[in-house]
C-alpha cells in the first residue's frame, strides 16, 4: 500500500496579545499555513495526524479546523 504524502505539519509560533508572548501551533500545508490554531500541541498533532490519515482535501481545511475548536 502506497504512503500518502503527509501534507499537514504542525508549526510552532510565538504570537503575541496585548503584549504578552505565548506560544501556539498551527499547520503548513500544500495550499499555506494557518496559525494560532491552539495553545494545545496535543490537540494540533492529533488533528494533523487524522487529516493525513484520511487525506482530507485541503480546500475544506479552514472550515474542518473552526468546526473541532471547543
Known sequence: MP???RCYQVICETMVCEEVPYRSYGMLTRSGTI????????????????????????????????????
Open 3 to 5: 504512503q500518502r504524502n
Open 35 to 70: 496559525h494560532d490554531i491552539s495553545t494545545d500541541k496535543n490537540f494540533v498533532e492529533e488533528m494533523a495526524a487524522m487529516f493525513n490519515r484520511i487525506d482530507v482535501d485541503p480546500a475544506r481545511i479552514g472550515d474542518i479546523i473552526e468546526h473541532m475548536l471547543p
